[in-house]
C-alpha cells in the first residue's frame, strides 16, 4: 500500500494506474479511492491516473483531533503529487472533491492542467442549496437506512438495482468522528470569490436531475470561472460518473486531449 506523508505527518494512501498525462481524482464527502472503480480504468487508456485517500477515510490515517478543511485536503493532494515527482496534473474533482480541486486550482494554479468539476458547488450563501432531505440522508449515510437513501439520490432506482455494487462503493467509509469532519469541511467551504481567478482549463459536468447538488451550481460555475465549459448530462442524479459512463468519461477525456498539459 502506497502512502504519501503530509506535512503534518498524516499517512495518505493513494494508487496509480495507466501512461500517460497525469490525472488526479479526488473522492466525494466521506468516500474511498474506489468510488473510481470502474472508471479509472477507462482514464488509465490515456493516463496516469492518480486516486487518494482523503485523511479520515480509506488506507488514510484518520487523526480526530480536527478540524479538517478543503484547503487541508488540497495540501494532501499535492503531497500524493510530491512524493509521485509529478510537477504537474489534470485534477478531476467529484462533488465534495470537486471544491478541493476548486482550492487547489486556485492555491497551486501552477500544479494544475486542466480541471474537472464534476456534481459540485461553490459552497456558501451563493450556492444552490439541497433539499433538507438530502442533508438527512447524507446524516444517515453510515446507516442501512442511509444506503437506500444515497442510492436513490446518486442512482435512477432501476440502475441502482442492477448495479448493487456500485452502490456500495459510494457510501462512506471510515470512524463516524472523521466522516462528521468531513461533513464539516464541506459544508463549512466558501470558494466563490476564487472562482473569477481560475487560470485552468475547466469543464463543469452534472446530472440535470442531481438532487444532492442541485444542477444550478453547475451554471453558477460555469458562468464564474472563466473560460468554462458546461456538461450537463439529461436524466442522470449525482453519480453522474458511473450511470453515465460511456458518455461522461469520454466527454472527460475529449476535453483533456484538448487541454494537454504544457500547452
Request: net charge negative.
Amino acid at each position: 500500500m502506497n502512502h504519501a506523508t503530509a506535512a503534518d505527518g498524516t499517512r495518505i494512501h493513494y494508487d496509480v494506474l495507466g501512461e500517460g498525462e497525469p490525472l488526479l481524482l479526488l473522492n466525494g464527502q466521506a468516500l474511498d479511492l474506489e468510488m473510481w472503480d470502474g472508471v479509472r480504468e477507462e482514464f488509465a487508456r490515456s493516463h496516469r491516473v492518480v486516486r487518494m485517500d482523503f485523511r479520515g477515510t480509506g488506507g488514510s490515517d484518520a487523526p480526530l483531533d480536527g478540524p479538517y478543511s478543503l484547503g487541508l485536503f488540497a495540501r494532501d493532494a499535492l503531497a500524493v503529487l510530491d512524493s509521485l515527482g509529478i510537477e504537474r496534473a489534470h485534477i478531476h474533482g467529484f462533488s465534495m472533491g470537486g471544491k478541493v480541486a476548486q482550492a487547489l486550482a486556485h492555491a497551486a494554479p501552477e500544479r494544475v492542467g486542466a480541471l474537472v468539476l464534476g456534481a459540485t458547488a461553490p459552497g456558501g450563501e451563493n450556492e444552490v442549496p439541497r433539499a433538507h432531505s438530502s442533508t438527512v440522508a447524507l446524516r444517515k449515510a453510515a446507516t442501512e437506512e442511509g444506503r437506500s437513501l444515497i442510492a436513490e439520490l446518486f442512482y435512477t432506482p432501476a440502475w441502482a438495482a442492477e448495479h448493487p455494487e456500485t452502490v456500495d462503493r459510494i457510501l462512506p467509509r471510515g470512524p463516524m468522528r472523521a466522516l462528521r469532519l468531513h461533513f464539516a469541511a464541506g459544508t463549512g467551504y466558501d470558494g466563490w470569490d476564487l472562482l473569477p481567478e481560475i487560470t485552468a482549463p475547466t469543464l463543469v459536468v452534472h446530472g440535470e436531475d442531481d438532487a444532492l447538488t442541485p444542477v444550478g451550481n453547475a451554471e453558477l460555475l460555469a458562468v464564474r470561472i472563466p473560460g468554462a465549459e458546461l456538461l450537463v448530462l439529461p436524466g442522470l442524479r449525482h453519480g453522474y460518473v458511473h450511470e453515465g459512463s460511456p458518455k461522461a468519461t469520454e466527454a472527460v477525456l475529449d476535453f483533456l486531449a484538448r487541454n494537454p498539459i504544457g500547452a
